[in-house]
């Protein structure tokens, strides 16, 4: 087990969510893919503050991959309008509930007014100690352990704490990302899309047919109880198993 898991063992759980099936949600009910991200985004709140009560100290969320500036333009644009007004309306209640927040990804391709949004969020929630709530906008995982790589070439006794904290310089994070618990994926799809790989690879893996927006509490527990059900070996076998 590394240093992370030992210190996460501590502290709770490192949930991670992909946060799928926002449109397919909103097409079934004859309404707008955007009504779907709205319907998605208001889910987020009612997750995050069911969260520490459940055993969950880190939450991760999938909110925008780097792949997703394929999308068109228009679902872009409203994309990051969105996560404009969600911060706006959400980082005075992260600071009355004890949340911090912060963000993974890249931040050279957001536009300067979601740039400022994020700086005052991360300020004003620094010292939320209840939960900490991650958000993962222009990310990609497999472009955070190439520029870590290329950082790492040549250091050949490179712990793996060690380089994890490279991987922050991409994702632009203060300190190592805790390994992933559990990692949960809503919508019927079952692949981890460049999300999180190097911190889920002990990673228990929870698939759900429920779209986000339908994610309930609810939900959260079953998830959290199949979790809570598994061995979790990390390579060992029990002692019984090895006499």
């Not at 997750?47 to 228009?74: C, H, K, M």
């Not at 980082?91 to 957001?110: A, Q, Y």
């Not at 958000?135 to 006794?157: E, F, H, M, P, T």
Request: charged fraction near 25%.
């Amino acid at each position: 087990m590394t240093n992370s898991q030992l210190i996460h063992s501590k502290n709770g759980l490192h949930v991670a969510i992909i946060m799928d099936g926002n449109g397919r949600w909103a097409t079934r009910q004859g309404k707008s893919r955007y009504a779907g991200h709205q319907a998605g985004a208001a889910r987020v709140r009612r997750i995050v503050e069911a969260a520490p009560e459940q055993g969950i100290s880190v939450l991760t969320l999938y909110a925008f991959s780097s792949d997703n500036w394929q999308r068109p333009e228009l679902e872009v644009n409203f994309l990051m309008n969105l996560f404009n007004s969600y911060l706006q309306s959400e980082i005075e209640n992260c600071v009355e509930k004890g949340v911090r927040l912060s963000f993974i990804g890249r931040r050279d391709r957001l536009n300067p007014a979601l740039l400022r949004l994020i700086d005052l969020a991360e300020s004003r929630t620094i010292w939320g100690n209840n939960l900490h709530l991650r958000i993962a906008i222009d990310y990609s995982a497999r472009d955070a352990i190439l520029a870590a790589a290329v950082k790492a070439a040549g250091q050949y006794d490179l712990t793996r704490d060690e380089f994890s904290k490279l991987l922050n310089d991409y994702s632009l994070s203060s300190e190592s990302s805790p390994d992933v618990d559990l990692l949960i994926r809503t919508g019927g799809e079952q692949r981890l899309s460049d999300f999180l790989l190097w911190e889920c690879a002990y990673a228990e893996l929870y698939f759900t047919d429920i779209m986000w927006p339908d994610f309930t509490i609810d939900s959260l527990r079953q998830a959290l109880q199949k979790f809570h059900r598994r061995q979790r070996r990390f390579g060992r076998i029990p002692m019984a198993e090895a006499i």
